[in-house]
């Protein structure tokens, strides 16, 4: 690791104003970036998959040869939403609710149907070369390493590809090799890397040219629980050292508690809700879980005057409370139950309860806006 503290060499346009970027964070004096520019502007965005459908029997594939129907299938019906500068955001949905495909199209990999986006002031699908310079997007079941080389060689050609001068190389690599604990790993061959050995090498190959933003299409995807903290570990260290804007799609809901304030949730191709992770949590689930874990003298007693009983094993048992009632039924609890009562704890339901009565389509407490997290785009 180098230890001259200068910045890194390299400029970025931005509105016809040079200014620097740094990457290696406090080491090197990073002052991070401000968190109020519009970075991501997604307006009515839409994608329609035509979808060829026919018949089962060889006569139907003759027939569909010469004649074939076909069926809309919207991934995305016009969905709305802005990041702001420095953001982790979470994008939330089941299966096929359109998450991929929103990430797809604001990394120009595909062109929408309908609808306008804008990363960094650039169209995505017009595909420039300056913004293909300044984003990146990660898929945790897809590669773009070589198979049968080492790492370190992929990486060679990546720099050539992003035309990466050898002082900044080094140095990003360096800092990267630190950070994912890469050095056992970068002279192997892919073929012989482990899961997570190999999604850290694909973190580094997808960060070389330091881009400002960071789509992550399920990156702890299959990984160890290990592991998985880990890759959250430095995603969290890679938005503070570098202040890159994150857009996360992730279906372990420990990756989003870990990282995001903020969430968007989409289903059938529609946002059901943008704003605070604890805000959410409050609308969709206006109750608490009292946890209270009895002394053996106390084991057995009836509690259900104190709100619903959810499950009650080995002298632990919780109760489903009223948000608004929540301090006072539990200081009723311990003034009732004196010395049988071991311990308590007050908490919110779990976030996976919260985001399943989301997608079954139930609908928000009350109909306040959304609070987004200071510094966001709406």
């Not at 990041?83 to 929408?112: D, H, Q, R, W, Y």
């Not at 080492?150 to 190389?169: C, M, N, R, T």
Request: a neutral charge; glycine letters at 10%.
């Amino acid at each position: 690791m180098h230890s001259d503290p200068a910045p890194i060499a390299g400029t970025i346009a931005s509105a016809g104003v040079q200014r620097r970027r740094r990457w290696a964070g406090e080491r090197l004096g990073y002052a991070p970036r401000p968190v109020t520019a519009p970075v991501v502007s997604v307006s009515g965005l839409t994608k329609i998959y035509k979808v060829h459908e026919r018949t089962t029997g060889l006569g139907a594939t003759f027939r569909s040869l010469v004649r074939r129907k076909y069926k809309d299938v919207p991934a995305v019906a016009g969905i709305e939403f802005g990041i702001a500068s420095g953001e982790i955001v979470g994008f939330l949905g089941p299966n096929g609710a359109g998450k991929t495909t929103t990430l797809k199209m604001l990394s120009g990999l595909l062109f929408p149907t309908g609808g306008d986006a804008q990363v960094m002031g650039h169209v995505p699908w017009s595909r420039e070369d300056r913004f293909l310079r300044r984003m990146t997007l990660l898929m945790g079941n897809r590669t773009q390493l070589v198979w049968d080389i080492p790492a370190a060689d992929s990486f060679l050609v990546l720099k050539q590809i992003y035309g990466i001068g050898d002082a900044q190389f080094t140095e990003t690599l360096d800092e990267l090799t630190e950070l994912l604990e890469l050095g056992p790993l970068l002279h192997k061959p892919v073929r012989q890397l482990s899961l997570g050995e190999r999604m850290k090498v694909e973190f580094a190959a997808g960060l070389l040219h330091r881009p400002e933003v960071v789509f992550l299409d399920e990156p702890t995807l299959g990984l160890d629980v290990s592991m998985q903290a880990r890759i959250r570990t430095f995603i969290k260290e890679l938005n503070r050292r570098s202040g890159a804007t994150i857009l996360l799609t992730s279906h372990y809901m420990d990756d989003i508690v870990a990282l995001c304030r903020r969430v968007i949730v989409i289903h059938h191709g529609k946002i059901l809700y943008d704003g605070g992770l604890t805000d959410l949590a409050e609308r969709m689930a206006p109750y608490k879980i009292v946890g209270a874990t009895l002394r053996d003298g106390a084991i057995g007693r009836d509690l259900s005057a104190y709100g619903d009983v959810v499950s009650n094993e080995n002298g632990l048992v919780k109760l489903r409370v009223p948000r608004a009632d929540a301090a006072e039924r539990t200081a009723r609890l311990v003034r009732d139950l004196e010395g049988g009562l071991a311990d308590l704890s007050l908490e919110d339901p779990p976030i996976e309860e919260v985001i399943d009565r989301v997608f079954s389509g139930e609908k928000l407490d009350d109909h306040r806006p959304a609070a987004v997290p200071e510094g966001a785009v709406r």
